[in-house]
């Protein structure tokens, strides 16, 4: 099976390529996702990020919006977060992909934002970054409900610049062009993989 790690920067269409994968018949991991299911369901989970955190949790799960405001006025907690919720969303991927080489599945697609950040590039076989012109990245998540030119700046020092992001890809893809396009650059990946 190959396992294709896919990543980008903040606002660069990540789910949109995610989705068109998973339009093609490919099965999809999605860490964002994975975090907020834990955060509604990992009773482990919950426990710890309380006991590290305080008040967390409202009817029995994690408020993100409660952990975002200790995380505002305790920056130096990140790494603490990280290394509680990281090692869980780990053997949760790992699930997947366990399932997924066990059934035979061709490929798989794992949608990690902090990929790179993390390390996680290196239990991947090929890794496809998403990338637009900076202008349009920009537009696109200042656009969003809350966002400010702020906000966006820290979440970028946070993340692997596009450009090195790009360097290190095996796959490439411009959301910046239409959506048919987008869509057939990702058939043309998974034709080219399941070749290989």
Known sequence: MIRLGLTGSIGMGKSTIARMFADEGVPVWDADETVHRLYAGSEPLQTALAEAFGDVLTDGAVDRAKLSLILKSNPEKFPLLNAIVHPATVADREGFLEQH??????????????????????????????????????????????????????????????????????????????????RQQVREIIQTLRSA
Not at 125 to 147: C, F, H, N, T, W
Not at 157 to 168: G, N, S
């Open 101 to 182: 080489a066990a059934a035979g599945t061709p490929l798989t697609l794992s949608d990690i934002p902090l990929l790179f950040e993390t390390g996680a590039d290196k239990t991947f076989d090929k890794v496809l970054v998403v990338s637009a012109p900076s202008e349009v990245q920009a537009a696109r998540v200042l656009a969003r409900p809350g966002m400010t030119s702020e906000k966006f700046a820290d979440i970028l020092r946070q993340q692997v610049p596009d450009i090195e992001k790009r360097a290190r890809a095996d796959f490439v893809i411009d959301t910046s062009h239409s959506l048919d396009a987008n």
